[in-house]
């Protein structure tokens, strides 16, 4: 069965319409910005060594106290085998003395690290066999 012709000129009639071409704006048109040239690109930044973390002190000045015993401990006999860790260092197994305190330290202040003592202790322990000087090895 067909449906009556007045039923789809209605349903064509009720439908709505499709969106036309927007009217034009009565706002001004805007000009363009004129061109700037772009900022040059940053300079390449040079990355530090892995673990290495600037300060504001010196390299010669000494490194402040941790505050904890054990920690003061395992920082003076880490920068005292800095030159023996050398090659850990540089290859991103260990951290510069400056920066192995600056941790402990903020573990101390701003963590409040309950085992820190502990893990100082701990720490020094597994630092003393890789501060021995090695012997040569020789041929027969």
Request: some cysteine.
């Amino acid at each position: 069965m067909r449906p009556p012709l007045l039923v789809l000129v209605v349903a064509f009639a009720c439908a709505p319409e499709p969106p036309g071409p927007l009217p034009p704006s009565s706002a001004p048109a805007v000009d363009p910005a004129p061109s700037v040239p772009a900022a040059p690109p940053a300079a390449p930044s040079v990355a530090a060594p892995s673990g290495h973390v600037a300060t504001d002190s010196s390299p010669d000045e000494p490194i402040a106290p941790i505050g904890v015993p054990a920690c003061d401990a395992y920082i003076a006999e880490y920068t005292a085998c800095e030159p023996l860790l050398k090659h850990e260092i540089a290859g991103g197994h260990r951290r510069y003395p400056r920066n192995e305190a600056a941790r402990l330290r903020y573990l101390h202040d701003e963590a409040k690290d309950p085992g820190l003592a502990d893990a100082c202790k701990h720490m020094l322990e597994q630092l003393r066999p890789h501060c021995q000087p090695r012997q040569p090895v020789t041929a027969p």
